[in-house]
């Protein structure tokens, strides 16, 4: 079925150093929604990209979508120890009601 | 609003024992899904629906069914714990797919 894959799946920075997450897919994507989940939390929706090309920014975070919808990005700049978590990216697939999500990045953080 | 409310928080069974995990939303929302989570996996959709009598399947379907009486709640149902079901359960609502996804505190559930 389709599937988008997520990568690295562990990151490790500095605190204040910059960290990136990708999600790529086989398929021209519809849409992309990316969420963010504290340990022992639940999933907390951040933002979707629709158009191609896309960037979205929320403060130090930048979400881009690719020209050909194939794959997304969510860059943090200058990570803070609040930034730690599982970053996760879900799509919606073809021909089915269905949301799938990637396989998430855990992101942690030396202070 | 209470949002998206799962029971129990946690529960523990023994292999073979059935049990129902449950979910409620109070946002009206027509959509609604199942997910695991397990270490390295991500989140895997079990099973969802787009309204009140639909339901239909994700991902990883075998050995959990669920039904969808009213629009508030859905249910997953375990009908004969195994092991391998071990993990944690969340409940997520929405307008639609195409719509931020609501997701409940979820269910750590242990299967001996």
């Known amino acids: 079925g389709q599937q988008v894959m997520q990568i690295p799946q562990y990151q490790h920075v500095q605190e204040g150093e910059d960290f990136t997450t990708y999600c790529n897919s086989s398929?021209?994507?519809?849409?992309i929604q990316w969420y963010k989940q504290r340990p022992g939390g639940h999933p907390v929706f951040l933002i979707q990209l629709v158009k191609s090309g896309e960037v979205k920014k929320q403060k130090r975070l930048t979400f881009q979508f690719g020209e050909a919808k194939k794959n997304s990005s969510l860059h943090i700049t200058a990570t803070q120890t609040t930034d730690v978590g599982t970053y996760f990216c879900a799509i919606a697939v073809q021909g089915a009601q269905k949301l799938v999500f990637g396989q998430g990045t855990r992101l942690t953080i030396n202070p | 609003n209470a949002g998206v409310t799962q029971t129990p928080k946690f529960q523990v069974l023994k292999t073979g024992q059935s049990m129902t995990l449950q979910c409620a939303q109070d946002?009206?929302?027509?959509?609604m899904s199942w997910y695991r989570q397990d270490p390295g996996m991500g989140l895997r959709l079990i099973h969802y629906?787009?309204?009140?009598?639909?339901?239909d399947q994700g991902e990883v379907p075998n050995g959990y069914n669920v039904s969808r009486s009213t629009t508030e709640d859905f249910p997953l149902r375990l009908l004969s714990a195994a092991p391998s079901q071990t993990s944690v359960y969340f409940c997520?609502?929405?307008?639609?797919?195409?719509?931020?996804?609501?997701f409940g505190d979820g269910t750590r559930l242990s299967i001996l």
């Open positions: 946002m009206n929302h027509e959509y």
């Open positions: 398929t021209t994507l519809s849409n």
């Open positions: 629906s787009v309204g009140a009598g639909i339901t």
């Open positions: 997520a609502s929405s307008y639609s797919r195409a719509q931020p996804q609501h």
